[in-house]
Structures are given as C-alpha cells and as structure tokens.
C-alpha cells in the first residue's frame, strides 16, 4: 500500500472510532443547523479534528481542504476530507454513512479512503493501482443494460432549484432500471458502484468532499465518471454520473433530456 494510503486508512479509522463510539449515544449529542436539512454535530467536528491531525503529523507542509473547517495551507498535494458523510442518516441511527478521505496530486486524484465504520468495511484505491474493499480487488458490475441495472441516487435535499430537473430524471430512470436506491451516503454510493453492488450512481449539487475519493474508487475499480455531459468538471460542479462503461453511457443518454442549462455547466 502507498504511505500516503497508509496514512489516510490511519486517519479514517481514528475517525471510525469517535463516530462508532457516538453512535452508542446519540441522544446526547448536540446537534446545530448549517441550514436547512444540513447538520452537524460535534462528533463530525471531533473526527474532521483527528483526521487532521493524523495528515498533518505525516505530512505538515499538505494542504487540506476539509467540510467542517474549510481549507488549510497551500502545497501540491492537498487532501480532501469528509469526516462523517451521512450524518442525517448518523443522528438517526441508520447505519449507512462514512469516513472520506482523498489526495489530489497537482489538482489530479490520486490516494482514495471511503470507511464505513458500522460494518467495518474499507474501500481504498491508489492511481493505477486499483481498488480494494478490505483485501479484495474491486471490479464495476458487468450489466450490460439499463433495464438489468440496480441505480444508486441522491435526492437534492439543501437546493431545491434543480428538483424538477431531478424528478423528471427519477420518473424516467425509474422505468428504465430493475431498481433505484437512495441510501444517504454519496461516498458509500460510488464505493458501492466500485464494488458491483450498484451498477450505476448520479446525483446533482454534490460537493467536492463528497466525491472526490468515491470518483476514484470506481475509475479505479474499472468504471466511469463524469458530469452530465461526460466530462471531467464533475469535483466542480458536483452534478456527477458513475457506473459501468455500459451504464454510464445509457445513464448519461437517460438524463440529458432533462437537463435544464443550469446543469449543462
């Protein structure tokens, strides 16, 4: 494994650990609104910390760029951290959320962690080098149509300007598949399509910290990614596709007749 992997496995299991352990009391934590339907609770805040501090301890001259406290100095490599992504799905006790850990090397992915600490379950990927779930190699599903194909999505949830858009998508794709799943974790949902569970995965509005690990997981795992156009601006404008290279492109053909312009972008 990569030193740098390493330490981003190092630093999602120390997150793991305050999460799990939380996640034993949840009525006790206190709990603010960022805005609407977005929250925080000082368990994300606790394990962006420790996060952190195993990164910098490695590596003190890395920049990051973290959900809770934003970015952090100014270097080639900078690592991309979701401490808990999920947390609606934490605060109830449903256990479908995750650690997200990624490397960008001179604006290009290249370290990914996604841990799931309720199953204990650890997806890694480092460029070229493929992608793992615990020690097992990950391979994208190999459906080669839409009809056969289970589809992960998440629902826009903080900015309802593209809602239209997206239940016309949703209606359509919901003809079109064997199954749409909306489990709550956008970091899970594309390790999830790394690993074969799901054959395909789009959301709108994500941010960076969402993806950016997940995004390699599966191009490592042999899938693609892209926006809704298929291209590269996905960490950007967070409107993203994943899934098998059959599926993304019958994904991306499903979509584009409810593109709105603001989505071209």
């Keep these: 494994m990569h030193p740098m992997l390493t330490t981003a496995v190092k630093a999602a299991r120390r997150a793991g650990n305050i999460i799990n352990r939380a996640s034993l009391n949840l009525d006790l934590l206190t709990v603010k609104h960022k805005r609407p339907n977005d929250f925080v609770t000082e368990v994300d805040y606790a394990a962006e910390q420790a996060v952190i501090e195993v990164l910098l301890d490695a590596y003190p001259h890395h920049g990051i760029l973290a959900e809770e406290s934003g970015q952090q100095g100014d270097s080639e490599f900078q690592w991309i951290v ?34 799931d600490p309720s199953r204990n379950d650890l997806f890694t990927a480092s460029r070229g080098g493929g992608a793992f779930l615990n020690d097992r190699r990950l391979r994208v599903s190999k459906r080669v ?17 593209h809602l239209d858009a997206y239940l016309a998508m949703f209606r359509d794709l919901l003809q079109k598949t064997a199954g749409l799943r909306r489990p709550g974790s956008a970091a899970l949902d594309l390790a999830y399509t790394a690993a074969g569970r799901f054959d395909g995965f789009w959301e709108i509005g994500l941010s960076i910290w969402d993806i950016a690990a997940g995004a390699l997981l599966v191009q490592e795992a042999g899938g693609l990614v892209g926006d809704f156009q298929g291209n590269e601006t996905y960490l950007k404008s967070g409107n993203i596709v994943a899934g098998n290279p059959k599926i993304f492109g019958q994904l991306l053909q499903a979509i584009s007749p409810h593109l709105s312009d603001a989505l071209k972008v």
């Design 145 to 161: 149509y839409l009809k056969d194909a289970l589809i992960g999505t998440g629902f826009p949830f903080r900015e309802f300007q």
């Design 82 to 115: 979701d401490p808990l992504d999920g947390t609606t799905n934490f605060l109830h006790g449903f256990p479908q959320y995750a650690v997200s850990i990624a490397l960008m090397h001179n604006g290009v992915l290249s370290q990914a962690v996604v841990y």
